[in-house]
């Protein structure tokens, strides 16, 4: 993409020239936006960048092995691994109300963080994967429960707090462009083409209390969703795509037996820019294939439904 790459060439001199023989510290939330600016990053200054994942063991099935893969073994670029899953879970026990799961993950979030930035000796620059939409959100978003929305990723007060410069090449980019951007920067498809994941992760997708056990309930039934949502060449028609679990249990019937247990939801949006959104209009023996592969291959789910609600009046996500 001729476009694309002119960005390229632009952004690197943009970058050198703003960084010069600086420090910067890049944080991998494993989404699309954070790995380009990281790709795109490296390719300016090379090792005067670290990366750091802070890895809340919320993710989906498997990607956190990825995202250490692809920057550690593939690209070669510094990597920082803080495995936390145990931190967070103990953070999170016994917390249901939304706002407050998100603020404690957030918080905790910019503490790893920031700790970890230390121990590298500190960074001159803080390196962002924000996006045009996230630059007008911050203004004027007028939505409901997502007002803080991006307090996860853009680590707001720690570039004051420790005295860092930010480093936002994507600030004029919206999501589709940033995946051409990411293509013409050679990220395997599975990473550019992969949809938007909420800095809180599985944890707003678990309404109630997250606990280790109902976070691989979640990933398992997820996992099946995406598998039949690729396998039917569906995935990149869809913006988003992901199963809730809920903290409701129904009766059912398997076998001779009655089962008591839990109800999954399954969401699926077209959208641009996760503003507005329109419901997936999947066929129903899509649906009932889905349905069916859950409840026999996931234990602790006995019941599937489908969430046909737009944005507005409803959220892409369920907190
Ligand atoms: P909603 O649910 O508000 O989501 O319609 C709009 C888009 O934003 C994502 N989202 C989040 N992203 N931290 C994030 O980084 C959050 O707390 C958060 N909440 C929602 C959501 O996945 C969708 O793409």
New binding site residues.
């Given amino acids: 993409d001729w476009t694309m790459a002119e960005f390229r060439k632009t952004k690197i001199a943009e970058i050198r020239e703003q960084v010069g023989d600086g420090k910067v510290i890049c944080g991998l939330?494993g989404g699309v936006d954070s790995a380009v600016a990281a790709v795109l990053i490296h390719e300016a200054i090379g090792d005067q960048l670290t990366c750091v994942f802070v890895d809340h063991g919320l993710m989906r099935m498997n990607e956190a092995e990825q995202v250490v893969t692809l920057f550690r073994d593939h690209y070669n670029i510094p990597l920082v691994h803080v495995d936390a899953e145990e931190m967070f879970l103990a953070g999170l026990a016994g917390e249901t109300d939304p706002e407050k799961k998100?603020k404690f993950i957030?918080k905790a979030f910019i503490d790893l963080f920031e700790a970890e930035a230390k121990t590298i000796g500190g960074a001159d620059f803080l390196a962002q994967g924000t996006l045009y939409p996230d630059v007008i959100e911050s203004v004027s978003f007028t939505?409901?429960?997502?007002v803080?929305?991006?307090?996860?990723?853009n680590v707001g007060g720690l570039p004051e707090r420790m005295n860092m410069k930010l480093v936002e090449p994507l600030r004029e980019l919206f999501k589709d462009e940033v995946r051409v951007l990411g293509r013409e920067l050679g990220l395997p498809e599975v990473f550019v083409g992969r949809h938007?994941?909420?800095?809180?992760g599985l944890a707003?997708r678990i309404p109630g209390e997250v606990t280790k056990e109902r976070c691989e309930i979640l990933r398992k039934a997820d996992a099946i969703y995406l598998e039949e949502i690729r396998a039917a060449g569906l995935y990149d028609a869809i913006?988003?795509a992901f199963a809730v679990l809920l903290p409701v249990k129904t009766v059912g019937v398997m076998g001779d037996g009655r089962t008591y247990d839990s109800v999954c939801g399954l969401r699926a949006v077209t959208?641009t820019d996760?503003?507005t959104?329109d419901v997936y209009p999947f066929d129903a023996a899509f649906l009932t294939r889905v349905a069916t592969r859950i409840v026999n291959e996931v234990k602790g789910i006995n019941r599937v439904v489908y969430d046909c609600t737009s944005?507005p009046p409803?959220?892409?996500?369920?907190e």
């Fill in positions: 939330s998100r957030g939505g409901g429960p997502s803080t929305i991006k307090s996860h990723h938007p994941f909420p800095g809180p707003i913006w988003q959208s996760g503003m959104a944005k409803g959220t892409i996500e369920w």
